[in-house]
Structure formats: structure tokens, C-alpha cells
């Protein structure tokens, strides 16, 4: 079977990672491409995978590129071209810079690699990816936007801590948009099918939910910028669920068109990703509080929506 073609949009420091992973994990050629002024820098990043290569054994080419018809026909893409946040700044508030650059990156895509698996990174994530799936037409099992799986790993590991658990064993559900206004669900929580609940009282699983939902923000006040490892890691099993028929569950940006009663809309909820895509939407039960902070997280993404579709 011939090598799968992995595109990687945005040679930055998320696309570098991804990069990284894409070729340990032998997941197929990889190309990371970034616009003309950072060419030889992609350049300089897929020499260095390709040398590293040569110590672990991963057979897999690696090219950097500003040139599309060099991701033309890729099997995956992942896209986080556009810019990080900055101490202070809001998700939403990248929507004026980020919006042409993923509409040039939409129609590149669509002429390019018309048959991808698409994973969008760029934030204002729900609004980008939208804008995405807008921009090319290309049907809801192609587009997906990476956000729960990374959310849902920061809760994860901040309940692991808290109970002392390992990691292996939490499960943890972060739904609604990648804002600060997600939905970390505790009735779908677990220590390997132990409810946290049961574990940790009302007032540490708050404190939990509040620092899970400013996770991001958390590590831009550290560094300065945007994280980069568990976003990259969450993304790449993405990209294997697709490749590998998986069928994984995992939480990500799907398209809405009626599932839990929103119609036209990016948003964070359980789907099934295997060789077809987004295969499927899981509906799950969510009790009233539930259902109320979804309905504040979709508001919040459906500004951010509007702004796009005002821009034309
Ligand atoms: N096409 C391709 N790449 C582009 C384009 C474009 N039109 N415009 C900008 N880029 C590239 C930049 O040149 C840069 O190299 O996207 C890259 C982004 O890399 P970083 O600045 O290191 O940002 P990163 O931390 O990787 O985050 C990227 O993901 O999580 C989100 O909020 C984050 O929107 C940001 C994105």
C-alpha cells in the first residue's frame, strides 16, 4: 500500500509538532507548508525531522513547501495556519486576522485536495472551521474541527491529580464550543467507570471545571503564546482514527443540522471517526444545567459566526 500524504497547513509551532508526531507514529509522507516569507523555514523543520528520522527509524519523507501543488492530493489536512494568542487576548479575538487566512486556505484546499480528511486548529476554532466547510462545500464528514479532544485531556489530567488516579484511567467529556464558555460534562466523567462525583466534592470538581475552561488561557499567560504539544497529540489521533478505521468516540467540531437542537453550526459534541470521517454525530443525554451551558457556549460561537458571515 502506497505511503498516505499528510498536509500540514501552518509550519508553526503546532504544525512543527504535528510534523514531529506524523512521522514517529509512521502515520505517511509529511508536508509542511507555510506561506512564501516562512518557506525555508518549513524547509529548515522537515530537513531536521528527516535527519531525526535517521536516528528513529521512521521511514516517511518529509518536505517543507509554499508551493500548494505540493500538498496537492494529500489523504489528511491539518490547518493552523493563522496566528496564536497573546497574553490577554480572547480566542475571538484572532476572527479579523484569521479569517482571510483561512479563506485562503479554503480555496487552495478545495482546488488542491479536494478528497481530504480536514482537521481545522485555527481559532476562533467553531467560527474557522465553519468558515471552512462554508468556503469549500465540502460535506460535514470531511470537516472537523479539533478542539473537545484537547479540552477534554485538560480535564482529564487536572482530575487525575486531584484523586491521585492515573492518567490511563480518567475519562473526561469537555463538549460546546472552544471558548470559555465549554461545557466540561461530570455526569460523563469517570475513573475507569467510576463517577468523579463520587470522588470529589462539589467544590474541587468547580474549581476543576473553571480551570479545564481557562486551560488555554493558562498556558498564553505562561509562554506567551498558544500550547502546542496537546493540541498537536490531539489532532494526530484525530488523523489516525480517520486513517486507522478507528471508529473512535471523541469530542470535536462538527457540523450541527439539527443534532442537540442547533441547525448550521460548528460546535463541540461526541462523533465517530473512522475511514468515512465524521461518521457519525452521538447524541448523548445532558440534564438541564447541561442543556443551559451548552446553549450559552453555541450563543457565544454564533457571534463569532455572524462576524464571519457579516465579512461576506
Ligand atoms: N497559509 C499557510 N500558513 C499560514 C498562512 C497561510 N495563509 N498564514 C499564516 N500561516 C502560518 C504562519 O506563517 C505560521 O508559521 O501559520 C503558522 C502558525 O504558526 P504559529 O504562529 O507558531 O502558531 P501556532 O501556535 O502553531 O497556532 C496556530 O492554532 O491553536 C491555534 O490559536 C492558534 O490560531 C492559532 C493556530
Known amino acids: 500500500m ?34 512564501p516569507a516562512k518557506e525555508n523555514f518549513a524547509k529548515g523543520k522537515a530537513l531536521d525531522l528527516e535527519q531525526a528520522s535517521a536516528l528513529t527509524g521512521a521511514d516517511a519523507r518529509v518536505i517543507g513547501t509554499s508551493r500548494w501543488e505540493d500538498v496537492a492530493g494529500a489523504d489528511v489536512l491539518i490547518v493552523t495556519a493563522g496566528i496564536p494568542r497573546k497574553p490577554g487576548q480572547s480566542r475571538d ?45 465540502a460535506p460535514r464528514e470531511k470537516v472537523v474541527g479539533m478542539a473537545g479532544v484537547l479540552d477534554s485531556a485538560r480535564f482529564a489530567l487536572f482530575l487525575a491529580r486531584a484523586t491521585g488516579a492515573s492518567v490511563k484511567d480518567v475519562r473526561a467529556m469537555v463538549l460546546g464550543g472552544h471558548g470559555d464558555d465549554m461545557v466540561p460534562v461530570l455526569n460523563y466523567c469517570t475513573i475507569n467507570g467510576v463517577p468523579v462525583r463520587q470522588l470529589l466534592g462539589k467544590d474541587e470538581l468547580a474549581k476543576i471545571v473553571d480551570r479545564t475552561r481557562k486551560g488555554g488561557g493558562e498556558i498564553v499567560g505562561l509562554m506567551g503564546t498558544s500550547a502546542y504539544y496537546a493540541p498537536a497529540v490531539s489532532a494526530i489521533a484525530m488523523a489516525e482514527a480517520y486513517l486507522g478505521d478507528q471508529k473512535r468516540l471523541l469530542p470535536a467540531a462538527a457540523y450541527l443540522q439539527g443534532e442537540y437542537g442547533y441547525d448550521d453550526l460548528y460546535m463541540g459534541v461526541p462523533v465517530v471517526i473512522g475511514a468515512g ?35 461576506g
Do not use: W
Request: proline share 3%.
Open 93 to 137: 479575538d484572532l476572527v479579523a486576522t484569521n479569517l482571510p487566512i483561512i479563506r485562503d486556505v479554503a480555496d487552495n484546499a478545495k482546488k488542491h485536495c479536494p478528497d481530504a480528511f480536514v482537521i481545522v486548529i485555527s481559532n476562533p476554532l467553531d467560527a474557522m472551521v465553519y468558515e471552512f466547510k462554508r468556503r469549500t462545500g
Open 277 to 311: 470521517g465524521v461518521e457519525k454525530i452521538v447524541t448523548v443525554e445532558l440534564d438541564d444545567e447541561e442543556r443551559a451551558m451548552l446553549k450559552k457556549s453555541a450563543d457565544s460561537v454564533q457571534k463569532v459566526v455572524d462576524i464571519v458571515k457579516a465579512a
Open 2 to 35: 502506497a505511503r498516505k500524504k499528510i498536509g500540514l497547513i501552518g509550519a508553526g509551532n503546532i504544525g512543527g509538532e504535528l510534523a514531529n508526531l506524523a512521522v514517529t507514529r509512521q502515520l505517511g509522507d509529511v508536508v509542511l507548508f507555510d506561506i
